[in-house]
């Protein structure tokens, strides 16, 4: 009995097809910096203030046969915002604006990808930022994939938006109108496990 159970278990496991096979789940690779949360915001309408987030991590899954089945989540340290000028991330990080110490975490968590070419598409997800929570849509597209000098498996996309910061309670009417929105670029690359 144990025997023709097990003939049967492998006879299903060879008629599973090779798509499915190949669906994996990814870490983010934040230690060696090859993954960045990036942002772009006007300074005054006159020229841009360009800053990272340091600190973050996070995990997707990926399919290049089920596009649709991809997913990803990630959590970003908010505290660890860098713009290159001290005095302003400790403005930025206070009360006025992210208010690090009420909030200090912002994350995503994706609820659906839709394809529009060849590994490329609009992943739909929960952005919570400053304890508000809006559901965003991000385009992304594959930058590349293939086995790395250590003998791990990699994949790498990219993806933008830009968001409305008074939909996540961030008020900007003291500020000139092209400050009221923010331009987020992520780009990860993982680790497949």
């Known amino acids: 009995m144990l025997k ?7 006879t299903a496991a060879a008629l599973v097809p090779m798509t499915q096979a190949q669906a994996a789940d990814y870490v983010i690779d934040t230690e060696g910096q090859h993954a960045f949360v990036q942002f772009k915001i006007s300074h005054l309408g ?22 649709e089945a991809s997913s990803i989540n990630m959590e970003v340290d908010v505290a660890s915002l860098d713009s290159n000028h001290a005095e302003r991330d400790k403005h930025i990080l206070s009360d006025d604006f992210l208010d690090a110490d009420q909030y200090p975490t912002a994350s995503f968590t994706s609820t659906g990808f839709e394809p529009t070419g060849e590994g490329e598409g609009v992943l739909t997800g929960e952005l ?44 900007m009417n003291d500020f000139p109108e092209p ?15």
Not at 46 to 67: A, K, Q, T, V
Not at 143 to 162: I, K, L, Q
């Open 128 to 171: 919570t930022l400053h304890g508000e929570t809006r559901e965003i849509e991000m385009p992304v597209a594959l930058v590349g994939e293939g086995d790395d000098p250590w003998g791990n498996y990699r994949a790498g996309f990219n993806g933008s938006t830009t968001l409305a910061l008074a939909d996540f309670g961030i008020d």
């Open 179 to 193: 400050m009221h929105q923010l331009e987020l670029d992520v780009v990860f690359e993982g680790i497949r496990q």
């Open 46 to 67: 006159m020229s841009y203030i360009l800053g990272s987030f340091r600190e973050f991590n996070g995990e997707f899954s990926y399919d290049p046969n089920d596009l």
């Open 4 to 10: 023709k159970t097990a003939i049967a278990a492998l």
